[in-house]
């Protein structure tokens, strides 16, 4: 899954990816540090690891 530029909210080591209205916010914790500075991020991409595959 991807988000885009302004649909996503960076802070620290979390995401905040949108829901739907009336939800409850979703934050996801980044396994490490950004390597630049949180303004220049133009997408996050979402990957999940199955039985040591990976899956887009």
């Known amino acids: ?3 885009y530029h302004g649909t996503f909210i960076l802070d ?3 995401v905040r990816v949108p ?3 009336g939800t ?9 540090h950004l390597s630049y500075p ?10 999940a690891r199955v039985a ?4 887009m």
Do not use: E, I, K, Q
């Open 12 to 14: 620290a080591r979390r």
């Open 1 to 3: 899954m991807r988000w």
């Open 24 to 32: 409850r916010p979703f934050w996801l914790r980044l396994a490490r």
């Open 38 to 47: 949180a303004d220049r991020v133009r997408s996050v991409t979402l990957l």
């Open 52 to 55: 040591g595959c990976s899956l």
């Open 19 to 21: 829901t739907a209205r």
